[in-house]
């Protein structure tokens, strides 16, 4: 079974700061992985899918890379703004699955 | 493209009644999934779609639940005889097949309680 863990479970930063947000999987046969966003009782937005064979991908100010035999993704966000403030979940699919497993997320906030 | 939507957003029911939720998938995805998420946990996987076959079901999934896909367009999700602990938000994702990714691309939930 997939265990996707993001750590930490919630950070405060000020505005302007870089964030780092992590995720790690426990099995690396996966095909792909994707970064959400979920604000407050909303539904999800997708931010980024990284293929398994990318190391990594880039969208306006975010960036995120995959180390698929480490288990790991980092998702950065360069100068943070108030409106970044969210949680942030990442999702893995395995190799001849079509599910994803997501992580518990870790939720932003972004002091103005 | 108008995106994914769901029917209700937002259903109070008492324990015992049943509820069917509607999810809209964007036009011409093939895929599509029903995920469930309880407060402070990411969702987690119910069941899949190809066109109107139900290709998975996650042992989540209990008796009590059936989803349906008629004609492979829109999907509905059907508990009976609801319990509290059925309270969660219900997200409804589809996705295309561009070239074996099927990134997926979620609705905005249907938030149940059960009281």
């Known amino acids: 079974k997939q265990e996707v863990t993001q750590i930490p479970a919630a950070l405060s930063v000020p505005e302007g700061e870089n964030l780092v947000l992590n995720c790690s999987f426990t099995?690396?046969?996966?095909?792909?992985l994707q970064w959400f966003r979920q604000d407050p009782g909303k539904g999800l937005t997708s931010l980024l899918l990284?293929?398994?064979?990318?190391r990594e991908q880039t969208s306006g100010r975010l960036n995120a890379s995959l180390d698929k035999s480490s288990g790991r993704s980092t998702l950065y966000i360069a100068a943070s703004q108030p409106g970044d403030s969210a949680t942030y979940l990442c999702?893995?699919?395995?190799?001849?699955?079509?599910?994803?497993?997501f992580g518990a997320g870790t939720t932003v906030t972004v002091r103005a | 493209d108008t995106g994914v939507s769901q029917d209700p957003r937002h259903k109070i029911t008492k324990r015992g009644q049943n509820v069917t939720f509607r999810c809209d998938p964007i036009?011409?995805?093939?895929?599509l999934y029903w995920y469930r998420q309880t407060l402070g946990q990411g969702p987690e996987f119910l069941t899949y779609?190809?066109?109107?076959?139900?290709?998975?079901k996650s042992r989540l999934l209990s008796d009590r639940f059936s989803a349906e896909r008629p004609k492979g367009s829109f999907s509905t999700l059907e508990i009976q005889r609801t319990e509290q602990g059925d309270s969660a938000m219900y997200l409804c994702?589809?996705?295309?097949?561009?070239?074996?990714?099927?990134?997926?691309?979620f609705g905005p939930g249907t938030r149940l309680t059960v009281t």
């Open positions: 999702a893995v699919r395995r190799i001849n699955d079509y599910k994803l497993s």
């Open positions: 994702a589809s996705s295309p097949n561009l070239g074996g990714v099927y990134e997926q691309y």
């Open positions: 779609f190809q066109n109107e076959a139900q290709l998975e």
């Open positions: 036009s011409e995805h093939n895929r």
């Open positions: 099995d690396s046969a996966i095909y792909n």
């Open positions: 990284i293929q398994s064979s990318q």
